[in-house]
């Protein structure tokens, strides 16, 4: 092979892996759903907003019936039912302490499809479901469509609010 080919060959390959990031970003930030994701206050009405003040998501993420502090929650929209009262999604929830010298005493993450009810404000939650750890493999096929349980595979995952913000939030409370 000529150094011509080689160079051709090597952009090329650039090329499809510059492709590929840019595909990538793209299904990420058309699988945000802003509406339904927002900031972590813990009085706040969006989905992460609701999920941190769930008892049943601080049992199945975390294994606790009451947190030791505040606890936040991140949320990466992985897709949504047919009739669009189920959200797949990956959640990241922390509990902290809050002040200035906040710090995540424990939290959990997994894969979860969450049932709501109601339309725009008045939407809430009616039960988050998170696959087993005995059971997993098959409760995430019978869980999610397959090319939400193939993400939930490949374990990339980008939550909002990321865990940096979650923290500077407790900071702030």
Known sequence: MGPLVVVIAVLAM????????????????????PELVSAPEPG?????????????????????????????CGVDVLGR????????AWLECGDYSTGR????????ADAAVIRYAG??????????????????????ERMF???????????????MPDEHQRLKEARRL
């Open 145 to 159: 469509p397959p090319a939400v349980g193939d993400e939930v595979d490949a374990g990339w995952f980008d939550p």
């Open 44 to 72: 706040g009405h969006g989905l992460a907003a609701q999920l941190q003040r769930r008892g049943d998501v601080l049992w199945q993420l975390m294994d606790r019936h009451a947190a030791l502090g505040t606890v936040l």
């Open 14 to 33: 650039v090329a499809v892996a510059a492709l590929g990031v840019v595909l990538m970003t793209t299904a990420v930030s058309q699988r945000r759903s």
């Open 119 to 140: 339309h725009g404000h008045r939407r809430h939650i009616v039960r988050v479901t998170i696959p087993s750890a005995a059971h997993r493999e098959a409760d995430i």
């Open 81 to 88: 039912s047919p009739g669009h009262h189920e959200v797949y």
């Open 101 to 108: 010298g906040a710090e995540e005493l424990g939290g959990g």
